[in-house]
């Protein structure tokens, strides 16, 4: 390979970009070469261009602070892996992380990926039955772990159950029982002879928490990291000598969109605040010390920081800003563009892929709208329960098409040991999301809900992600959950259980505010019959909302 006129155009090396008249991407084609490995073929060869180069700046809520160059990843990396082959971690093993937002996450990962070792993050979030569940599917074979809080300690109760680990190394503490990795990465050798691996070698794996069901495990190969330069690119617009931030635990996937190697293929810092209890003016505290250029978070993140008081801090070093995850209502877009002059440009993807619908870098984005289909997925289509695409206007399910022998860069390999469940999801020549939505005459998707959250009542097919959306919108609505329930005389009807703020009180005409708020927001149709108001939704441990278990309750099941 050549190298690169300038480092920010590194990425390059790897893909074939086209545009239309306006600029925007239009065409995408990734390059991968066989022996493609993320750690050596990106972190070590910028380092090797310039080890210098800032990749990430970290810091946390006790005022500690860590710069990391290309050149300390490259080093600290190498390092971790000579530890983790130490003790006995090889080629296709699987180990977890479970590492919250310390910067031990990285060089961890991308040791695990010299290695070519599976790295499964998680949440700390997670007890006892969690991990061994997890642990025996994924047949772990390691673990490094936060020192704090109870998680060493459900991972010592799940190992009296399960005897796989070879090694429990522990970060930023110590335990008895656990080997410290803070301690034995200093003292490695920083010398590291490359592991041979291929671009299909198993890189990265995450569970993911369905509404119904176990959690299932979603396998990627090298190609995955590719696939997310569109991600940092063309979305996230990163600039090269800037700082960029996305809102994550490391324990999600949404880490690996904004964390790691979509950014580092663009050779721009990442932003990492280590922080306990998400705090508003926290954060903007740091944006405005650290001059994050780019931002990233879900609709939640910015309601919150328009509730803080944006006009506070000075927040005008961020150039461009990028939401997905949940319902965006138009308040929040327009009073975070009232005091920053930037407009929110939505984007969607799952576990499993990619970005595969965004408002890209040039477009104008429409409120609400998910956006247009990825240049990575040029095949996306929506289509109706024969998998027939479905016109303008007409809501369908999200698909990727993937004919025979052709296998779409950044789509995942399956989910681990369970054939049943991605032949379920991945038939017929294509990837179905479970996602609907509608395409409006411009191109432009709008989000509906899970194919087993539309509700079908009175002879229309209604989407709980409209009618949530607008509940968000009033001062009484603190969360919400929009599912069919039964009725004896039109078969299902629309319910809303709401979780109140703390300045209202359940009653019967705040139940009628709401539904004739609905009305007067959307079609009429599709208002709230039944209000039910209650402490909390139930929920899965990544925070989705459990639907399910409502209309079960609903139906007599529960």
Not at 50 to 69: H, I, K, L, T, Y
Not at 96 to 101: E, F, G, T, V, Y
Not at 200 to 214: K, R
Not at 219 to 225: D, L
């Amino acid at each position: 390979m050549t190298e690169p006129l300038q480092i920010g155009d590194f990425y390059k090396r790897f893909c074939r970009e086209g545009f239309d008249q306006n600029g925007i991407l239009n065409y995408f084609e990734p390059v991968v070469p066989e022996t493609f490995n993320f750690a050596y073929d990106v972190i070590d060869e910028i380092a090797r261009l310039q080890p210098d180069r800032r990749a990430m700046v970290w810091c946390n809520e006790a005022g500690e602070e860590r710069v990391f160059s290309f050149g300390d990843l490259k080093r600290e990396s190498d390092k971790a892996a000579n530890v983790l082959a130490g003790l006995g971690i090889r080629k296709d093993d699987k180990v977890m992380l479970i590492l919250k937002r310390h910067y031990q996450f990285w060089t961890a990962i991308l040791a695990l990926h010299k290695l070519g070792a599976t790295a499964i993050p998680a949440t700390h979030l997670l007890t006892e039955k969690d991990i061994l569940y997890r642990f025996r599917l994924a047949g772990v074979a390691g673990i490094v772990c936060t020192a704090e809080g109870d998680v060493t300690r459900f991972v010592d109760e799940a190992c009296k159950e399960y005897d796989g680990l070879k090694c429990k190394l522990v970060a930023r503490g110590e335990k008895p029982g656990w080997q410290s990795y803070d301690r034995l990465v200093e003292e490695a050798d920083d010398h590291l002879e490359r592991v041979p691996t291929t671009w299909d070698t198993g890189m990265l794996a995450y569970f993911t928490s369905g509404t119904t069901g176990y959690p299932k495990l979603v396998v990627h190969n090298h190609t995955y990291s590719i696939g997310h330069i569109i991600t940092a690119r063309h979305w996230h617009n990163v600039d090269p000598d800037g700082l960029h931030l996305t809102v994550s635990d490391t324990g999600w996937g949404k880490a690996a969109w904004g964390k790691l190697y979509g950014q580092w293929l663009c050779a721009a810092g990442i932003f990492v605040f280590d922080f306990e209890k998400f705090n508003a003016g926290a954060l903007m505290s740091q944006i405005e010390k650290h001059r994050i250029t780019t931002f990233c978070a879900p609709p939640t993140i910015y309601r919150f920081l328009v509730k803080e008081g944006m006009q506070g801090y000075d927040l005008s070093s961020i150039k461009y800003a990028t939401t997905a995850g949940e319902a965006l209502n138009p308040e929040v877009f327009n009073r975070f563009k009232e005091y920053t002059g930037l407009e929110l440009m939505e984007g969607f993807g799952q576990t499993e892929t990619t970005l595969t619908l965004g408002n890209l870098v040039g477009s104008r984005p429409k409120p609400g709208s998910m956006g247009k289909p990825s240049p990575l997925y040029p095949n996306l289509a929506l289509v109706d329960e024969d998998g027939n695409d479905v016109p303008a206007g007409v809501v369908g399910e999200i698909v990727v098409r993937t004919p025979e022998g052709k296998r779409n860069v950044g789509l995942f390999d399956g989910y681990y040991r369970d054939e049943a469940l991605t032949h379920e999801a991945w038939h017929d020549g294509m990837y179905h999301t479970g996602d609907t939505a509608w395409r409006d005459e411009d191109g432009y998707f709008w989000y509906v809900g899970r194919t087993d959250d539309v509700i079908k009542s009175s002879g229309y097919r209604i989407g709980p992600f409209e009618i949530e959306s607008v509940l968000m919108e009033h001062p009484a609505v603190l969360e919400c959950a929009i599912t069919g329930a039964p009725d004896p005389v039109r078969g299902v009807v629309v319910k809303a259980t709401i979780v109140l703020t703390s300045n209202y009180r359940p009653n019967d005409d705040l139940k009628k505010e709401l539904q004739n708020y609905v009305k007067h927001q959307t079609a009429p149709y599709k208002y709230p019959r039944i209000v039910e108001f209650v402490d909390e939704l139930p929920k899965t441990i990544s925070g989705k909302i459990r639907r399910t278990e409502i209309r079960a309750r609903d139906m007599g099941k529960k």
